[in-house]
């Protein structure tokens, strides 16, 4: 079921560990399926090197396996991947991540700023990439905390834990997690740089301003 889904899930949690963004068993990935609305999800305590797409699981939005090989088990963070689903139509594919620089402003419940300008793609409609409150991995409650959060921007910090982060497909969702991995070394190592002292940042106002240049014209 949904094998086109699952090996482009694969691919991604794959990629993940190769470009450093969790490593091992850390992390999790899903797709959201737009006909059936069934989710492909990796799962629990497989190394992604061992890992088949086989082994993805599908689950509805309730939580109930649809399809899982015998022993296999969908991942223990499922239920903050549906509410998200839940909580944005928008949202098909989600990258959630323990990346060292991203986690290092989880741990301190910091939100990162918006000091580069291309930080417009990651639909920061605060200007920041915002964080959600503790709660036990895997729980409801930490469920719960992302909703707010996640309204506001297309890439989460979860503090004390790691990073979320959101698109239509999956490769677009891990691409943003790699800009976000990206903007938070950016920051520490400004940070650094200017002793501590926090750098200018855009508004929302103009990371929303950006429009592709009309001066470049495309034949036809």
């Given amino acids: 079921m949904l094998e086109h889904l699952?090996?482009?899930l694969l691919e991604a949690a794959v990629a993940a560990e190769q470009t450093g963004l969790c490593q091992h068993k850390s992390g999790n990935f899903s797709i959201r399926d737009k006909e059936t609305g069934y989710v492909v999800v990796t799962p629990s305590g497989i190394e992604r090197k061992q890992l088949s797409h086989y082994e993805i699981c599908v689950v509805d939005l309730d939580a109930k396996?649809?399809?899982a090989l015998p022993g296999i088990k969908p991942t223990s963070e499922l239920l903050m991947h549906l509410q998200i689903y839940r909580t944005r139509a928008d949202v098909h594919a989600i990258a959630h991540t323990h990346s060292k620089f991203a986690t290092s402003f989880a741990v301190l419940n910091k939100e990162?700023?918006?000091i580069i300008y291309e930080c417009a793609t990651m639909g920061l409609k605060e200007a920041v990439?915002?964080?959600a409150p503790y709660a036990t991995p895997g729980t409801q409650s930490?469920?719960?905390h992302i909703i707010e959060p996640i309204k506001k921007s297309d890439a989460i910090l979860l503090e004390k834990h790691g990073a979320v982060a959101v698109d239509i497909t999956i490769k677009e969702a891990l691409l943003k997690a790699n800009y976000m991995e990206e903007l938070a070394e950016i920051y520490y190592r400004t940070l650094v740089i200017?002793?501590?002292e926090e750098p200018s940042r855009f508004s929302a106002r103009e990371l929303e301003a950006w429009r592709y240049p009309e001066e470049i014209k495309h034949h036809k």
């Fill in 6 to 8: 699952k090996r482009q």
């Fill in 65 to 67: 396996v649809i399809e």
């Fill in 112 to 114: 990162i700023p918006a």
């Fill in 129 to 131: 990439i915002p964080v």
């Fill in 142 to 144: 930490l469920a719960n």
């Fill in 194 to 196: 200017n002793g501590l």
